[in-house]
């Protein structure tokens, strides 16, 4: 009994089915990363165009200074985050990063309420470029330099 293909036609069969589970495999890849997908904002372009309420975004902008306010709760925070040219509230409820103060950077992983109030899930506090850490607050510039060496190797 001999195939109905050709061995020629057999290969381009085979083919055709890799590209096919190949083009698969991208698109379901390409559709789970949709799902977790956060596009960047900053105050002035949430005030432009923004997010539909609920949409998982990251918020990202210099915390106001007066602003931070901690809730009766003591670990709901509520704190307004600007870019020079427009303002967004938000409220967060947990522990706050170490460096998050008033008027230092942040960026704050959550969504948009309907209410214009975005609900961050996270908070990652930026700090300027003269930070130091405790650790090396004390030490000359060259222990430092020695100190981090010593511990990047």
Partial sequence: MTS?????????????LALVAL??????AAWA?????????????IQANPPSP?????????????SIRTEADGVTVRFIV???EARVPVVFSGIV????VEGSGVVADGSMRSDGVF?????????DENYMPR??????AAQARATVAETSE
């Fill in 23 to 28: 083009i698969g495999a991208g698109l379901l």
């Fill in 33 to 45: 990363l949709r799902n977790q997908a956060s596009y960047f904002y900053v105050p002035s372009d």
């Fill in 97 to 100: 990063p170490d460096l998050f």
């Fill in 119 to 127: 609900v961050a899930d996270e908070l990652l506090a930026k700090h």
């Fill in 4 to 16: 109905a293909f050709k061995p020629k036609h057999q290969r381009l069969v085979l083919l055709v």
């Fill in 135 to 140: 650790e090396l607050e004390d030490m000359t």
């Fill in 82 to 84: 600007g870019d020079g």
């Fill in 54 to 66: 609920g949409q998982a975004v990251r918020l990202g902008g210099m915390v106001e200074e007066g």
